[in-house]
Each structure stands twice: as structure tokens, then as C-alpha cells.
């Protein structure tokens, strides 16, 4: 009980730092901004290639998954700073808040509705309520962000999609960390593991939106 307690306690604490650090480099931006990205991405970038060297795969595979991991990882990051730094502090919000918003609606649906197992092989606590739970978490984080924020360019029911993209994320990493065998993706986080295990969902959904961004696609409407 006192264990379980003191690993809530560090988990939290760990929580609430990394969510002051994230917060203030979010609202300065620029140089504070990109400097979080750039060593974000650099340390997670780490933790792919050690678990990609764990997982034991052969020549093509291990080559393939050694290439795609720096180069989505620094395109998420450099979305991201494009967001923030062209479309503005709630744009850049919009975007964590739909990840953040997934997270939280697919636990608290899996633990009310439970059900049938989403991908028992890859993350067995994984339910599909918890996935639709979390789409619908994604989708109210959208609209009221997206619509305060002056989203336009794309629907804000894009936030279903988006729920969908951070939970494959998610499952994606789960897979590495399954066939590596561990537990986490590093040690770095007390409490919560490495930062890849943060930021599993958060990256697809940063490379897509800052890339629909730096094509035009999303922009922010005009005040008045």
C-alpha cells in the first residue's frame, strides 16, 4: 500500500514538472519553444534507436524502422514549432489538447465500460471502448479549442480522426516495446518511464497537422 502510494505520489510529481516546463516554453515560444523541441526530440530519437536495436529484427526491417523513427520524430517536432510559431499559442494547443483530451477520455471509457480487448497481443489493457472513448475525447477537445482558437481550414470533427491517429501511435509503440521486451522506453521520467512513452500519440498527430499547416491547409481566422 505505502509502495503503491509512493509510486502515485512520483508519478504525479513527475507530471506536474513536465507539464510546467511544457507550459512555459508553450507560451513564450520561439527560442524557448524550439529549444524544448529540439532536445524532446533529440532524447526521444535516443529511445527509438535503443529500442529498435532490442527488438531483434533483420537487415531490411531493423534498416527501415532505424530511418523512419529519426525522420517522423524531427517532422513532428518541426510541426509543432511551425503551428506555434506561424498559427499561434492555441493552435499549438489545439493540437496537445486532442492528444492530451484521447488520453484521458480512452482510460476513464475502458475503465467504465470495459469490453472486448482492442489489441490483446500488442497492449493487452487496451479496449475497444477505450478507443472510441477516447475519439469522442478527441473530438470535444476540437471543436471547443479548435472554434476558440480560430481553426479553419479543415472540419474540427477532424479531432475523431486524430483521436484514432494518437491511439495507433500509442499502439505502435507498445509493439516495439513488446517485441524489445520492456516495459518502457526508457528510464528518464520517474515514474513514467522515457519520454517516447509520453509523446507515443502526440507524434503522428503533430507530423500530419504541421504538415497540412505548412501546406496552407490549416490556418486561423482573422480576428473581427
Known amino acids: 500500500m505505502a509502495a503503491a502510494r509512493s509510486d502515485l505520489l512520483t508519478r504525479v510529481g513527475s507530471a506536474i514538472v513536465l507539464f510546467a516546463i511544457a507550459g512555459i516554453a508553450l507560451w513564450f515560444g520561439g527560442i524557448a519553444f524550439g529549444l524544448l523541441l529540439l532536445v524532446g526530440g533529440a532524447l526521444v530519437v535516443v529511445e527509438w534507436l535503443a529500442l529498435v536495436r532490442a527488438m531483434g529484427l533483420g537487415g531490411g526491417a531493423k534498416a527501415a524502422l532505424t530511418a523512419l523513427g529519426p525522420v517522423a520524430i524531427l517532422g513532428a517536432m518541426a510541426g509543432l514549432w511551425f503551428i506555434r510559431e506561424h498559427l499561434g499559442m492555441t493552435a ?133
Open 92 to 224: 499549438a494547443l489545439w493540437v496537445f489538447g486532442m492528444v492530451w483530451a484521447t488520453d484521458i477520455g480512452a482510460y476513464f471509457a475502458g475503465r467504465a465500460f470495459g469490453g472486448a480487448r482492442l489489441a490483446p497481443k500488442i497492449s493487452p489493457s487496451k479496449t475497444w471502448s477505450g478507443l472510441i472513448g477516447g475519439m469522442i475525447a478527441a473530438l470535444v477537445a476540437s471543436a471547443t479549442i479548435g472554434d476558440r482558437g480560430g481553426i479553419v481550414g479543415v472540419p474540427l470533427w477532424i479531432g475523431l480522426f486524430m483521436g484514432l491517429l494518437a491511439q495507433l501511435g500509442d499502439l505502435g509503440e507498445s509493439w516495439m516495446k513488446r517485441r524489445a521486451g520492456v516495459k518502457d522506453s526508457g528510464k528518464l521520467i520517474p515514474g513514467h518511464g522515457g519520454l517516447f512513452d509520453r509523446v507515443d500519440g502526440l507524434l503522428p498527430v503533430a507530423l500530419l497537422l504541421g504538415a497540412l499547416a505548412f501546406a496552407g491547409h490549416i490556418a486561423v481566422r482573422a480576428a473581427g
